[in-house]
């Protein structure tokens, strides 16, 4: 699966998460939602810099270092400087989701959902080819 395609999975499952059910039994995820937002923004950015030609820059050259992204996606200019913001952003959040005491909450992770769509709308689109 291309990094296009895991972006738009990725912006599905965001969306899916911050869901209520239509019982009212199940409450949206805030945390796996703001997850999913940032890697489908990273894996759209992550796409772009492959068609560019930007080497993967982790130790064993197989993803793109994510605190670094942000910037090379910039210079480069895969993004632009409120992009960069914005993707340095939704790391931030992931981070609070994935490994904080605090927990993202609803309008967090809605916001989340918002920036990422924008972010893998412009850059592979919304919808597969």
Known sequence: MRFDE???ENMEAAERLL???????????????????YYAAYQAVADCAQHVGIEFDS??????????LPAVAFHRRIIDLD???????????????DY???HVDDDEASEAADVARRLVGRLVGLEGP
């Open 59 to 68: 130790r064993d050259a197989s993803y793109y270092v994510h605190d670094k």
């Open 19 to 37: 869901s209520r059910s239509e019982d009212g039994l199940s409450d949206p995820l805030a945390n796996a939602s703001a997850s999913r937002a």
């Open 83 to 97: 992009e960069r913001e914005d993707l340095s952003w939704l790391y931030g959040l992931r981070v609070k989701a």
């Open 6 to 8: 895991k972006a738009r």
């Open 100 to 102: 904080a005491d605090e």
